[in-house]
């Protein structure tokens, strides 16, 4: 269940599970005749019924819930809880369920319970034995886990995408000369690559986030039971394996109740998110000056204007912050005060997550294909590089570098800048505000042809070369590091993705050998 009932089965209900066993004795495939393998006859009508059902959302976990049913039956039989046989029985049932699909279940409060209604529907009593020795509170958090896994590889494997076209486009576009802003203000010359690569760096980051919680996601709490273990020969770390997690949440009641994973994934996200709203809004901004041309695929017209190229994908992109920043709060507004072990407000937990992960994953998708086909015309991005005197802090750092300190240098270009009335300031008339501020003729520092450099916005561009500065040199190095450590993250992505499916193969050759 996602966690759209994360447990739609309630700790008081589902405490033991003896007790799912006996009702399934007695009701022998009780989703047959008014009543659920869970809940028997007493439990299972009265108008709260559609509301506790999250039968729908469940579909998003119905695969995860089949291997789970399938990892612990196979521990159950190795571990002599349940005979060959039986295990055989139940596993065949299983496999009848899945060819048949979600659409095909019975009426439950959720998929597990429905799943397990149709087990016993299948396979008779002996399906009752499929939950022995554990609790939907840990059969939900394992399958949550076991789907939330393969969205986070997904969510990173997009972030990739959008940082592979960044570098793309700093690699193509390092000598592309650009305005840099502050305050929306023009404030220094810059390049396109240099621009680029600095959202490759957030998203690198945001990647490195996400994988390090998968880490944390990737462990499996099957077998902790309802919160307290359970008195069956259960073999933990077997289960883990055969579900590819890399370990067990060894506490039992941490198991069942832990979400703190999934406020670290959905905090992850929304950093990504955040970082994708400034890039949008940014190109939504240089749309609108002409500095960039956005492709029409990420476009649209007006309804009424024909004349409108309208930026609107990016601004649904934009607004994707808004929703990750809502589920995060959502997320911890629901945990915020439950008293340990399991609590029925669990189950509004993860639908968080998942329309978080959701939408961050295909507006990244969307970004990145924004900024892959994006055009650059460099004639009016090289215009605008030095309006507004945007060179004035090169000039001020050649006087500095040629002994005057800085704090005097900066007077000298606030006061040509004045004087130029905000305009860039010749040559001459640096010059003399030089002589007035210093009392010494500017020669007396630099020469004019220096000054008339770092006047000129590619020239000035090229001066700033320290590591990570926008100097074509220092963005190819960027480059080159940005590329490494992307190579490095889909390595990582493509190794986590093999061991999943290793997993996979490994429980699907132990249930061949019942079935």
Not at 133 to 146: G, L, Q
Not at 391 to 397: G, I, K, L, Q, S
Not at 407 to 415: C, D, F, G
Request: with cysteine; glycine share 8%.
């Amino acid at each position: 269940m996602t966690e759209f009932r994360d447990n739609r089965t309630a700790k008081s209900v589902d405490a033991d599970s003896d007790r799912t066993d006996g009702l399934a004795g007695r009701s022998g495939g009780a989703s047959t005749d008014g009543g659920t393998a869970v809940r028997g006859d007493r439990f299972s009508g009265g108008p709260a019924r559609g509301f506790l059902s999250s039968m729908a959302a469940d579909e998003r976990i119905f695969a995860a819930d089949l291997a789970v049913d399938r990892a612990h039956v196979v521990m159950l039989a190795e571990q002599g809880i349940v005979e060959a046989e039986e295990a055989a029985q139940i596993l065949q049932a299983l496999n009848v369920v899945e060819v048949e699909e979600h659409g095909d279940l019975p009426d439950g409060e959720d998929v597990h319970e429905a799943i397990e209604s149709k087990v016993i529907a299948i396979a008779g009593d002996v399906g009752g034995k499929m939950h022995t020795a554990r609790s939907r509170n840990d059969e939900v958090a394992t399958c949550i886990r076991y789907r939330l896994r393969e969205d986070v590889l997904d969510a990173v494997a997009a972030v990739n995408d959008a940082r592979a076209a960044l570098v793309e486009v700093a690699d193509a576009e390092g000598e592309t000369l650009m305005p840099g802003y502050t305050h929306l203000q023009a404030a220094q010359p810059t390049t396109v690559g240099h621009w680029a690569l600095s959202y490759a760096g957030a998203l690198e980051r945001d990647a490195d986030r996400l994988l390090e919680a998968f880490e944390r996601v990737n462990e499996s709490p099957l077998g902790a039971a309802a919160f307290a273990g359970t008195p069956f020969d259960v073999d933990r770390a077997r289960t883990a394996e055969l579900l590819g997690f890399s370990g067990v949440v060894e506490n039992a009641t941490d198991a069942v109740a832990a979400r703190d994973h999934l406020v670290e994934v959905a905090s992850a996200l929304a950093s990504v998110a955040t970082h994708l709203s400034g890039l949008a809004e940014d190109l939504v901004v240089f749309a609108n000056r002409g500095f960039v041309e956005l492709s029409d695929a990420y476009s649209s017209t007006s309804s009424i204007m024909p004349q409108k190229k309208n930026p609107d994908t990016l601004e649904l992109v934009r607004a994707t912050a808004g929703d990750a920043s809502a589920g995060l709060n959502g997320l911890l507004s629901t945990l915020k005060g439950l008293p340990r072990a399991y609590n029925r407000d669990l189950q509004s937990a993860t639908p968080h997550v998942w329309a978080t992960v959701d939408a961050v994953t295909e507006a990244t998708t969307v970004a990145a294909g924004a900024v892959a086909t994006a055009d650059w015309p460099a004639e009016a991005l090289a215009a605008a590089a030095g309006e507004g005197f945007a060179t004035a802090t090169a000039v001020a750092d050649v006087l500095a570098m040629a002994g005057v300190p800085f704090r005097s240098a900066h007077e000298v270009l606030a006061t040509a800048s004045e004087r130029a009335d905000g305009e860039a300031p010749s040559v001459a008339t640096i010059a003399a505000v030089v002589e007035d501020v210093l009392g010494e003729p500017m020669d007396a520092f630099v020469d004019e042809a220096t000054v008339a450099d770092a006047l000129d916005p590619a020239a000035n561009v090229a001066m700033r070369d320290s590591v990570g500065g926008p100097a074509p040199e220092a963005v190819a190095d960027g480059v080159e590091s940005a590329a490494a450590a992307l190579s490095d993250a889909e390595a990582a992505v493509e190794g986590k993705r093999d061991a999943l499916a290793l997993a996979h193969e490994t429980l699907q050759d132990e249930v061949s050998t019942y079935v």
